[in-house]
T-cell receptor, first 113, second 113 residues
Framework: DVKVTQSSRYLVKRTGEKVFLECVQD?????MFWYRQDPGLGLRLIYF???????EKGDIPEGYSVSREKKERFSLILESASTNQTSMYLC????????????FGPGTRLTVT | GENVEQHPSTLSVQEGDSAVIKCTYS??????FPWYKQELGKRPQLIID?????GEKKDQRIAVTLNKTAKHFSLHITETQPEDSAVYFC????????????FGQGTRLTINP
């Protein structure tokens, strides 16, 4: 059974703080993704990674960066958190050359005050 | 880039009735269309998907239809049950060989007993 875990379910940070969200998958998936979920806007892709140390911008990368030093771990970094980054953040992973199904983590609800 | 529009944003049906959710996509090169279900407080999970070489696919009470000419696809749920209440997301894979999915805005489906 594929397991994708995220470091926190709930997080409260202050404006200007540096925030790290971590995602770990245990199925040796090459591809990992970070989305943010907002009501009425669906899931919007922030960044994704095809391999260790590889990253590509998604549709809304501004204000975010990512790090993938190990295959199983994909980190999302908010360099200087702002109130408009208050959201639900979802990580996902899948296998290259597979069925394209993405397996999601439980999500981190981030509040920036 | 690829854009996916999903309607309606909310849908309320009586238990036992059918529910239909529709999505349109912009990139005619898209060839994979999954549907994800997200129950309250849980992670999105794939419930059914369809590839562009198929017009319809069924799995028990759920089915997906694809009209490539019109660039739209639909989710059909028959004999709805209370456990079908959830948010449903459609998505499209935006290019051959790519892993990136573009998601619709989501539909909150409520089944009334």
């Amino acid at each position: 059974d594929v397991k994708v875990t995220q470091s926190s379910r709930y997080l409260v940070k202050r404006t200007g703080e540096k925030v790290f969200l971590e995602c770990v998958q245990d199925m040796d998936h090459e591809n990992m993704f970070w989305y943010r979920q907002d009501p009425g806007l669906g899931l919007r892709l922030i960044y994704f990674s095809y391999d260790v140390k590889m990253k590509e911008k998604g549709d809304i990368p501004e204000g975010y960066s990512v790090s993938r030093e190990k295959k199983e771990r994909f980190s999302l970094i908010l360099e200087s958190a702002s109130t408009n980054q208050t959201s639900m953040y979802l990580c996902a992973s899948n296998l290259s050359g597979g069925t394209y199904e993405q397996y999601f983590g439980p999500g981190t609800r981030l509040t920036v005050t | 880039g690829e854009n996916v529009e999903q309607h309606p944003s909310t849908l309320s049906v009586q238990e036992g009735d059918s529910a239909v959710i529709k999505c349109t996509y912009s990139d005619s090169a898209s060839n994979y269309f999954p549907w994800y279900k997200q129950e309250l407080g849980k992670r999105p999970q794939l419930i059914i998907d369809i590839r562009s070489n198929v017009g319809e696919k069924k799995d028990q009470r759920i089915a997906v239809t694809l009209n490539k000419t019109a660039k739209h696809f639909s989710l059909h749920i028959t004999e709805t049950q209370p456990e079908d209440s959830a948010v449903y997301f459609c998505a499209a894979r935006w290019a051959e060989g790519a892993q990136k999915l573009v998601f619709g805005q989501g539909t909150r489906l409520t089944i009334n007993p």
